[in-house]
């Protein structure tokens, strides 16, 4: 049972422009959404999170929307650079600290 | 380098056999959890421990289990394996245990099972 699902494997986007990753997930108890990147051959790092008494959580390029109503989140990322190229998953706490993943979306920013 | 080291990187064995990966957390960190990665699926959560105690439970089968030992490192011991247990194995740590709080991954070990 996928309770958090990110519908693109894969995203490209050019080099300055913006980036959008989606997640949507199904249980309307999870509190904190975070998003974290992962590069080949490392651990994921955290990005950025939201809890969800917000809608929107900017930290420099990087901005998460959630829209409760709909069960989404989005990652922003403005201006996109090749260095944003990663796997990047969303993942949801739920109380009692169970964690839930997404699969990831692959972003490749073209120079 | 996230501070959390994990051994060994790469584990290859057979089916029905048993191993242990072992985790060590960032200095000061009494959090850690275990994740589990498919080639199909995300991350899976495994379990959590806080300071040597058993804190949460995600998709962790029964025949894996963990401990996390006085000096906060941590072990996941996988039995019985199975072919479908191949995956790439994250342990992860934080200072806290709260709603809220970074988590710091280790590079994973890659448990080949054949």
């Known amino acids: 049972d996928q309770q958090v699902k990110q519908n693109s494997p894969s995203l490209s986007v050019q080099e300055g422009r913006i980036s959008i990753l989606n997640c949507d997930y199904t249980?309307?108890?999870?509190?904190?959404f975070l998003w974290y990147k992962k590069y080949p051959a490392e651990g994921p790092t955290f990005l950025i999170s939201?809890?969800?008494?917000?809608d929107k959580n900017e930290d420099g390029r990087f901005t998460v929307f959630l829209n409760k109503s709909a069960k989404h989140l989005s990652l922003h990322i403005v201006p996109s650079q090749p260095g944003d190229s990663a796997v990047y998953f969303c993942?949801?706490?739920?109380?009692?600290?169970?964690?839930?993943f997404g699969t990831g979306t692959s972003l490749t920013v073209i120079p | 380098d996230s501070g959390v080291t994990q051994t060994p990187k790469h584990l290859i064995t057979a089916t029905g056999q048993r191993v242990t990966l072992r985790c060590s957390p960032r200095?000061?960190?009494?959090?850690v959890y275990w994740y589990q990665q498919s080639l199909d699926q995300g991350l899976q959560f495994l379990i959590q421990?806080?300071?040597?105690?058993?804190?949460a439970k995600g998709n962790i089968l029964e025949r894996f289990s963990a401990q996390q030992f006085p000096d906060l490192h941590s072990e996941l011991n996988l039995s019985s394996l199975e072919l479908g247990d191949s995956a790439l194995y994250f342990c992860?740590?934080?200072?806290?245990?709260?709603?809220?709080?970074?988590?710091?991954f280790g590079p994973g070990t890659r448990l080949t099972v054949t």
């Open positions: 993942a949801a706490i739920r109380p009692g600290n169970q964690f839930y």
């Open positions: 249980n309307s108890m999870f509190d904190y």
């Open positions: 200095s000061g960190d009494l959090s």
């Open positions: 992860a740590s934080s200072v806290k245990s709260g709603v809220f709080y970074e988590q710091y």
């Open positions: 421990y806080y300071n040597g105690e058993e804190r």
């Open positions: 939201i809890s969800s008494i917000k």
